[in-house]
């Protein structure tokens, strides 16, 4: 006997009801330490925001200072080399980190608390709550993101308030609908429905039975979007819109070595590595975390 | 059901409707005069004469109401720029070629991710899946135009295979069509395929754990039957999901390559027009798209019936 | 005598050469929208150049020569009788005669119909005497009437069109599609992405253009640029110069042909007189009264503060000289270099130091922190500016990037502190003086307060009243005199910092022979331009 290409309910095979709670045993850290990759994801994060932190006692040189020899390849008094102003790259990718990172962080979170919570209710309750935030997500999907930022900038200024709102608002819906996804998925699970009709309140279902189960794809997508913060930073700084502009910025630098490429690869390709680790790492963790609350492993 | 959309239908009209109205009064709110920036190079006092040509004149609710009289009858008005060229004919000739560019793209990053995503789940810590995992780093971590600038480098000015910038219509051939599309599409897409093999992988480990793929192993059925029938279906929502969202964040993505690439697609027209402060030109592009993206998203919502069937969005 | 050697060198190349394909593809940097020459400004005079004509042009020494007049002569000081070519067509068959001439002046002049119309302000009417010949009426004698009013370049205004056509397509098609009488005509024009030109076989000349087909596309990306034009995608790079950091590429490349000269244009940065610290309410007194007071002491230590060699070579990569006023090297005679020994504003970081300390700011102390106000494709170089002032004074300056449309309101507001400004396109002292530095100049501070502010950014009734001489005197020497003694005053009383006038870069490939006499600052002319 085949199973049926769409799985009806009927044909469904009998999941185990979870428990309603299942605490574990052990703290969250050790958890967290036992799996290799975790660990290395959050050794390198700890790297990256200590040398965030104690750039100026790293480097000797002032991010802003264009006295050297300009478009000069990594060596031994410049670490990754110069740029075309005569700055030196290390410096500037240090310090560039604090406002990448703080970016990049800030406005996943934000986009994720907000974004989640409207996709648990909109899933779980469905009716006029789920039309209401379904739509109004739908507007802020359609309305181009570039203008809220024109906007924010010509009431507020530059500064890195216009760039946390107008970014966290773009991965707003993303958030929100996926959640939103997977919770009308698994509100029809039978263990839901027998946590109801045990008498659990609907904040308990959501929060110890369908939110966990609905994580996976949001660390995921959540993870995916630190880098895309940062990149989106990058942009909106190259049309004015970004932060103050004596900051440098991770996505600053790579954006404005694109005339630069043939003729000094490392103005490209360190900032984007530096990029690429920090995503690489809070992925990990990501990951990890994911393990972890998969209560089935 | 068919209730349902036509429910859906209505909200989406009214959706469209908020935005072009937010998007016409925000942009006049917004400081950057375009009549001014127009006279930079040219006469102030023939400043009223134009502004009474473009109707720019009129007080701002007047503007909006023929503004909303024109759009509901199709005429999405004229550039303030150059030769007033219609809204109309500036989108007509743009939206194909990001329609192309977003279409290519899209084929590239779904096949792409979809498959890395599979096989990175089904072979979980193997060495392919490191390697997948890395590349897939990498994509999401650099910028589109950095991208493009490598491809060009490399395919154009290296190994001289494809040209390095430009646009043919479909009318001139399908090889110019696509040879000047394959990479920007790549640009483009590359970095979704990343994002998508990353959603896929994870949609597929949680999947590949449930009872009832365990039930369907022990029945003896195919490994490869599974994976593709049924731990596959079941992963796809939130992939879905995120098909939605990558057209989305596709064509913004093109943009940028678009810029690269010398293509002038919606994208550049939006943008160029945001900075100009034409405001015609902006407000039919951005209605375009909202169309675009509102449907989009009902489509989605009726997909994720079509594969899981127990979601009833009537409850 | 060059000109005919030119041509006949070409044409012997032609003759002897075996027939390859004449397409020429060049690359510009902003896009085409649409090429109607009374609805365009700047970038898009490429289109304009090839397929419209004016009646005169300004050749590489910059002195008027006939195009679609052939002769003219000022019968009266406010009267010029001009002669038109004749067997001249337009691209859809119709000739060419005084009606057109006529037709044109009406909606050039017409500020609802043309946003050039200013540039006509000064003539009263333009009258058809016969089929050949027209009168052109003055209302005061005009020094610029050859090289600006009736050239094609600032003046575009008479930039002769066709009724017939305009009425037949709507202005829409004809900004598309347009039709004048010009060596090439559009043949197919994919808005905003390519333009296809080519050749009209009943040009009057015969032996031009030589070129069958040019395609123009927009590249904004400067990598992609190099790319293209490296790989042989595109031929030319004309219009604006390419990114300063591509031409050292450029240089090294056998295949490639860097063209440098002079450019019509000035960059400067501009000094808001109504702000603190450095506050000037007037300007008409002589310097060595003005350098008494602080606010103009900080404006000149400012200005002694740039460093224009060094500047130049960072921001440019040395491609542009070193400005000192609105006058630049384009135009030609007019042009002074001893003002780079004699001016006020010349660089010298002792001395700007001192008038700082004078005016109270010792090394920078005590001074606010100032905006710097300039677009975000300004970033760069503004970094580099607020660097510099960082060493070189110890004051600090805070790049406020603003898109165009906002710089261009609060540039004719007075509302900034310092702004990055220039201009393009300046072939006449009179697109230097009246149009920048005159009290009622268009660009100076036209929406200001003038309850507040009597006056933009710089006000002297000794330089308004040279502009307004230069601009009727018919003498050259004479002209020189007033343009020049207007440009010291300026530049000596800082209305702004003059950083650069940029250099004008044609590169092409080296199958491409560009003429000498094709070779005008600011232009891309093709009409005889061929491919080996």
């Given at each position: 006997m085949e199973q049926t290409a769409a799985p009806k309910p009927s044909s469904l095979p009998v999941i185990t009801p979870l428990p309603v709670s299942s605490p574990s045993r052990r703290p969250f850290y050790q958890l967290l330490l036992r799996d290799k990759r975790a660990t290395a994801g959050l050794i390198l994060l700890v790297l990256i925001v200590v040398a965030t932190i104690f750039a100026p006692l790293i480097s000797p040189y002032d991010p802003q200072s264009q006295k050297y020899d300009i478009?000069?390849?990594?060596?031994?008094?410049h670490l990754l080399g110069t740029d075309d102003l005569g700055r030196d790259l290390f410096t500037r990718i240090l310090y560039g980190a604090r406002i990448s990172l703080f970016v990049g962080i800030v406005t996943v979170a934000l986009s994720l608390v907000i974004g989640v919570v409207m996709g648990i209710l909109s899933g779980y309750y469905g009716g006029w709550i789920d039309t209401i935030l379904m739509r109004y997500i739908d507007l802020q999907w359609a309305f181009p993101n570039f203008i809220i930022a024109v906007y924010l900038v010509a009431v507020f200024g530059t500064g890195l308030l216009n760039v946390i709102v107008a970014v966290s608002l773009a991965f707003l819906d993303d958030f929100a609908r996926v959640t939103r996804g997977m919770v009308l998925t698994l509100r029809e699970e039978e263990y839901v429905l027998a946590a109801r009709s045990l008498g659990a309140s609907d904040l308990q279902i959501m929060l110890r039975h369908v939110l966990p189960n609905a994580l996976a794809p949001i660390i995921v997508l959540a993870t995916i979007s630190v880098s895309y913060a940062i990149l989106a930073e990058a942009t909106l700084s190259f049309l004015g819109l970004g932060v103050k502009p004596t900051t440098p910025t991770w996505g600053l630098i790579v954006s404005d070595s694109r005339s630069f490429f043939s003729r000094a690869w490392w103005l490209g390709v360190f900032p984007g590595l530096a990029i690429m680790l920090t995503v690489l790492s809070i992925n990990f963790l990501g990951d990890a975390l994911r393990d972890i609350l998969d209560v089935r492993n | 059901m068919q209730r349902y959309i036509a429910r859906r239908v209505l909200q989406a009209v009214i959706v469209i409707w908020a935005v072009g109205t937010l998007v016409f009064f925000m942009l006049r709110a917004v400081p950057g005069d375009p009549i001014q920036a127009l006279l930079a190079?040219?006469?102030?006092?023939s400043a009223d004469a134009i502004r009474a040509k473009l109707g720019l004149d009129q007080p701002v609710h007047v503007q909006y109401l023929f503004w909303l009289r024109n759009t509901v009858q199709g005429d999405l008005g004229q550039s303030l720029y150059g030769s007033h060229v219609s809204v109309n004919r500036i989108i007509l000739e743009a939206v194909p070629r990001t329609l192309s560019l977003a279409t290519l793209a899209f084929v590239i990053s779904f096949a792409l991710g979809l498959a890395a995503g599979v096989v990175s789940a089904v072979k979980k810590y193997s060495l392919i899946d490191h390697i997948l995992t890395f590349a897939a780093f990498i994509g999401i971590s650099v910028p589109g135009f950095w991208l493009g600038i490598i491809l060009i480098l490399v395919f154009?000015?290296?190994?001289?295979?494809?040209?390095?910038i430009g646009y043919e219509p479909l009318s001139e051939g399908i090889w110019p069509w696509l040879s000047h599309l394959i990479l920007p599409a790549l640009a483009a897409g590359l970095p979704f395929s990343a994002a998508i093999a990353r959603i896929t992988r994870s949609a597929m480990l949680e999947v590949l754990q449930q009872e009832y793929i365990m039930v369907a192993r022990s029945k003896g059925l195919k490994e490869r039957k599974i994976i593709l029938r049924h731990a596959l279906r079941n992963a796809l929502i939130p992939v879905v999901t995120v098909m939605g969202i990558s057209l989305a964040l596709l064509f913004s993505g093109a943009v940028v390559v678009e810029n690269v690439f010398a293509i002038k697609g919606l994208g550049r027209v939006l943008i160029q027009g945001i900075i100009n402060r034409d405001y015609p030109v902006v407000e039919g592009s951005i209605l375009l798209v909202a169309v675009f993206l509102v449907f989009t998203n009902l489509a989605v919502d009726v997909v994720y019936t079509m594969i899981d069937p127990r979601i009833d969005y009537e409850s | 005598m060059l000109k005919l050697a030119c041509l006949a060198t070409a044409l012997a190349l032609c003759l002897s050469?075996?027939?390859?394909?004449?397409d020429l593809t060049i690359a510009i940097k902003a896009s085409v929208d649409a090429a109607d020459p009374h609805q365009l400004y700047s970038p898009n005079r490429n289109v304009q150049l090839q397929v419209y004509e004016p009646l005169l042009y300004q050749d590489q020494y910059l002195k008027p020569q006939p195009w679609l007049a052939t002769s003219w002569e000022a019968v009266e000081p406010k009267v010029w009788l001009i002669h038109l070519r004749e067997g001249v067509k337009f691209a859809n068959g119709q000739p060419f005669t005084a009606d057109d001439v006529v037709f044109t002046y009406n909606r050039s002049k017409d500020p609802a119909q043309s946003i050039h119309s200013a540039n006509l302000v000064n003539v009263l009417d333009v009258v058809k005497v016969d089929d050949l010949t027209v009168t052109l009426i003055l209302e005061r004698p005009q020094a610029s009437l050859l090289v600006k009013t009736l050239e094609r370049a600032s003046g575009r205004a008479m930039t002769i069109v066709n009724s017939r056509a305009i009425e037949s397509m709507g202005l829409e098609q004809y900004g598309l599609t347009p039709v004048g009488t010009g060596p090439f005509m559009v043949t197919d024009h994919q808005l905003g992405q390519s333009l296809t030109l080519e050749r009209f076989p009943n040009y009057y000349d015969p032996e031009r253009p030589m070129l069958d087909r040019v395609t123009i596309i927009p590249i904004p990306e400067p990598e992609p640029l190099a790319a293209a034009i490296e790989t042989g995608d595109i031929h030319l790079i004309g219009g604006n110069a390419p990114a300063a950091e591509l031409i050292d590429r450029f240089l090294s490349n056998p295949d490639l042909v860097v063209s440098e000269v002079t450019g019509p244009g000035f960059q400067a940065m501009f000094i808001n007189p109504w702000r603190e610290p450095f506050l000037v309410p007037d300007f008409n007194k002589p310097f060595e009264e003005l350098v008494q007071e602080n606010g103009f002491k900080v404006r000149l230590a400012i200005a002694k503060a740039f460093n224009r060699e060094d500047f130049i070579q960072r921001a440019l990569f040395g491609r542009g000289i070193p400005a000192?006023?609105?006058?630049?090297?384009?135009?030609g005679f007019f042009f002074d270099t001893a003002i780079n020994e004699t001016s006020e504003q010349r660089y010298d970081l002792e001395a700007a130091r001192q008038l700082l300390a004078d005016a109270g700011y010792p090394n920078g102390e005590g001074f606010p922190t100032l905006k710097l106000l300039t677009t975000p494709a300004g970033r760069r170089e503004g970094e580099i500016i607020v660097n510099m002032y960082q060493e070189n004074l110890g004051i600090t300056l805070e790049l406020d990037l603003k898109d165009f449309t906002v710089l261009t309101e609060d540039s004719n507001a007075m509302n900034y502190d310092l702004m990055r400004l220039g201009s393009g396109g300046d072939y006449d002292p009179d697109d230097a003086l009246v149009d920048w530095m005159v009290t009622t100049s268009r660009f100076n501070g036209l929406t200001r307060d003038t309850s507040v502010m009597p006056f933009g950014f710089f006000s002297d009734a000794r330089v308004d009243e040279l502009s307004a001489q230069q601009a009727t005197e018919v003498d050259l020497e004479a002209r020189k005199a007033l343009v020049q003694e207007a440009n010291k005053i300026t530049s000596d009383k800082v209305a702004a910092v003059f950083t650069h006038h940029p250099t004008d870069i044609l590169v092409y490939r080296t199958e491409v022979n560009y003429p000498d006499v094709s070779r005008i600052p600011g232009l891309v002319d093709l009409d005889r331009v061929t491919i080996s």
């Open positions: 478009l000069q390849p990594p060596s031994t008094t | 190079d040219v006469d102030p006092g154009s000015v290296g190994l001289k295979w494809l040209p390095a | 050469a075996p027939v390859l394909a004449q000192f006023g609105t006058v630049n090297p384009a135009m």
